[in-house]
C-alpha cells in the first residue's frame, strides 16, 4: 500500500555574505521514529524540495560552519515551508558559539611577487566599505596575517578576489583569531572535511558534480578533489583531473593540484611522472593553499616506496615543507605561526611590528560578531595616518532572538535544554502520548512550548524527571510568563511539586 506524500520546501538559513546558490551547509529530515527520509544541500537564497508522508510530523535539523542552525519541526501536507534560521545558545550553554571576551589587533595583507618573494601590499588592499569583510585583491597569491598584543603573528593563505572576515577561535582574550572566508561553497566542504563530518560532506559535494555554474572557484574545485582523495577513491580523483583540466594550472591552486596529481601518480604507479611532479614542488616553493593538501604531502613524505623505480621524494622538499609542519594550526585554509609568510615558525616573535596594517576590534553580540575597521583616510600613501572613519553601531538583535517569550507563547510553559535532539524527543513523547494538546519549536531558542490547557502535570513532570534520571540533561530550564525554575531533580513527586508551584506562579504572573 502507498503512502500519500507531501514536498516540504527546505529554505537555507541566512548567511551573511553569501551570493545565492553558494552552498552553506546540508540539512536532513527526521520521520517520528528518527528515521532519515532525505539529506539536502543548503544553498543561499534557494530551497530544496523533500517529500514527507502526510500528516507525519518530522524535524528538519543541519549543519553550516558559519553558524548553528535552529532545528524546526514540519507536517506533511500542512507545512509547505520549512525556513531554516540561526540557532541562539542558551546562556548557559558552553557550545563553540559563545567565543567571551572580545578580540583586538591588527590584520596586514601580503602579496607574492613574480619573482617569488612576499611583499607587504597597501591596506587599501584589503577595503570593502562594510564593517565586517576584508577583501583580497586581484592579482596571485595573497596571506592574511592577523597579530597584536601578546598574540603570535599567524599568516593564512587565501585565495585572490575573495572575502573573509576574522572570528576568535579560543576563548582567551588573547587566543588565535582565524581567518574565514566569508561564504564560500569549498569553505563549507573543507571544514566538514576537517571536522570529520563525513555524512554533511557528501551533501555539499553531490553540488559540485551536479552544477558545473559552481565550479571554477579554487576552494571548491580543491575541496572535492581532498574529499575524493580522502577516501582513496582514484576513480573520482581521475575523473576531477578530466573536469577541471588546466584550469588551475597558474594561480593560488596550482601547489594544490601538483599535490593531486603526486597523489593520483603514486597510485597508479607512474614513477617517471611522480618524480617530474616532486620537483615542481620544490620548484614552486610554495605550500599548498589548503591545509588538507599540506597535510597530504607530510603522508606522502612519511610514505615508504616499495618500489625500486619508484622515486625517493626530494630532500629539499623536505626541508622547505618542515617549517610550515611544525608551525601549522588548525584551520581549513593553510595556517601557520610566522611573523614573516617566507618564514614558517613555531613561536615567532609576540612583538611583530604591524606597520602597513589596518586594526581590528571583534565584538561578540549574541552567536553574531562584528568587525570595526579602521580605513586609511583620502588617497592611500605610504605611513599615511589611520583614523576611524566610522563606528557603526552594532547591529540590533533580531525580533525572535530576544530574552522574553515570542509574542502568542507567553502563556505556555517553556522547557529549555541546550541540545535539540533532546528537544525533539521530549516533543515527540509528549504528544504521541498525549500529555498535551499542543508542543512548539520556540523560534529562535533552544526551547520547547507546551499548550497548557489539557496539560496532565503529572506525566509530564514524570517523564521531565525520566530525562534527569536517564542522564540525558542535567537539569532543565522552566518557565510560564514570568516565572522561571530550574529542574536537577529525578524524583518524580519532587518535579511534579515543582512544576505545579511554577505553573501557580506563572498564572499570577500573566496580564
Known amino acids: 500500500m502507498s503512502v500519500a506524500t507531501a514536498h516540504v520546501d527546505i529554505v537555507a538559513p541566512a548567511v551573511h555574505g553569501a551570493r545565492p546558490g553558494t552552498v552553506v551547509g546540508a540539512a536532513e529530515v527526521l520521520d517520528r521514529g528518527n528515521r532519515r527520509l532525505g539529506r539536502v544541500p543548503l544553498r543561499a537564497e534557494m530551497s530544496v524540495p523533500v517529500e514527507i508522508p502526510d500528516e507525519e510530523r518530522c524535524l528538519v535539523h543541519g549543519w553550516s560552519p558559519y553558524l548553528a542552525v535552529q532545528p524546526v519541526v514540519v507536517t506533511g501536507g500542512r507545512t509547505p515551508q520549512a525556513v531554516l534560521s540561526a540557532r541562539r545558545a542558551n546562556g548557559e550553554s558552553t557550545g563553540g558559539e559563545n567565543f567571551g571576551r572580545a578580540a583586538n589587533g591588527w590584520v596586514r595583507l601580503w602579496g607574492r611577487e613574480p619573482d617569488g618573494r612576499w611583499a607587504v601590499r597597501d591596506p587599501s588592499g584589503m577595503a570593502t566599505g562594510g564593517t565586517a569583510t576584508v577583501a583580497t585583491p586581484v592579482g596571485g597569491t595573497a596571506a592574511l596575517q592577523v597579530g597584536g598584543g601578546r598574540r603570535r603573528p599567524v599568516c593564512t593563505l587565501v585565495p585572490e578576489g575573495s572575502l573573509f572576515t576574522l572570528r576568535p577561535a579560543e576563548c582567551r582574550p588573547q587566543g588565535r583569531v582565524e581567518v574565514r572566508p566569508v561564504a564560500d561553497s569549498g569553505f563549507t566542504l573543507l571544514e566538514a572535511l576537517r571536522l570529520g563530518e563525513w555524512g554533511w560532506a557528501a551533501v555539499v559535494e553531490r553540488v559540485w558534480w551536479d552544477d558545473p555554474g559552481l565550479r571554477d572557484t579554487p576552494l571548491f574545485d580543491l575541496a572535492v578533489a581532498y574529499l575524493a582523495c580522502r577516501r582513496g577513491d582514484l576513480e573520482r580523483v581521475s ?66 616506496t616499495l618500489e625500486s623505480r619508484a622515486p625517493e621524494p626530494s630532500e629539499a622538499l623536505r626541508r622547505f615543507l618542515a617549517p610550515y609542519l611544525r608551525a601549522a594550526l588548525p584551520s581549513s585554509l593553510t595556517s601557520f605561526t610566522a611573523a614573516h609568510p617566507q618564514e614558517p615558525a613555531h613561536r615567532p616573535p609576540m612583538k611583530a611590528q604591524a606597520g602597513a596594517s589596518l586594526p581590528f576590534r571583534v565584538e561578540r553580540d549574541m552567536s553574531a560578531l562584528r568587525i570595526q575597521w579602521r580605513v586609511q583616510r583620502g588617497v592611500p600613501t605610504d605611513g599615511g595616518d589611520y583614523a576611524l572613519v566610522g563606528e557603526r553601531a552594532l547591529l540590533p538583535r533580531e525580533p525572535g532572538l530576544t530574552d522574553n517569550e515570542p509574542e502568542g507563547l507567553r502563556g505556555w510553559l517553556i522547557v529549555e535544554d541546550e541540545d535539540p535532539m533532546v528537544l525533539w524527543r521530549l516533543a515527540r513523547r509528549l504528544l504521541d502520548e498525549e500529555m498535551a494538546a499542543g508542543v512548539s519549536l520556540v523560534p529562535g531558542r533552544d526551547a520547547v512550548a507546551v499548550e497548557l490547557p489539557g496539560l496532565r502535570v503529572g506525566p509530564v513532570a514524570a517523564l521531565l524527571a525520566g530525562l534527569l534520571r536517564e542522564g540525558r540533561v542535567r537539569r532543565l530550564g522552566l518557565s510560564v510568563g514570568g516565572a522561571r525554575r530550574e529542574l536537577d531533580v529525578a524524583d518524580a513527586a519532587e518535579a511534579e511539586r515543582i512544576l505545579t508551584v511554577l505553573l501557580q506562579g506563572g498564572h499570577r504572573s500573566l496580564p
Not at 249 to 266: H, K, N
Not at 268 to 274: I, T, Y
Open 239 to 304: 575523473r576531477w583531473r578530466e573536469e577541471t583540466g588546466d584550469r588551475h594550472a597558474s594561480g593560488p591552486a596550482r601547489v594544490d593540484v601538483l599535490t593531486v596529481d603526486a597523489w593520483l601518480a603514486r597510485r597508479h604507479g607512474e614513477w617517471r611522472d611522480l618524480a617530474g611532479i616532486l620537483d615542481r614542488l620544490v620548484d614552486a616553493g610554495e605550500a599548498p593553499l589548503v591545509a588538507e593538501g599540506l597535510d597530504l604531502l607530510a603522508a606522502e613524505l612519511a610514505r615508504p
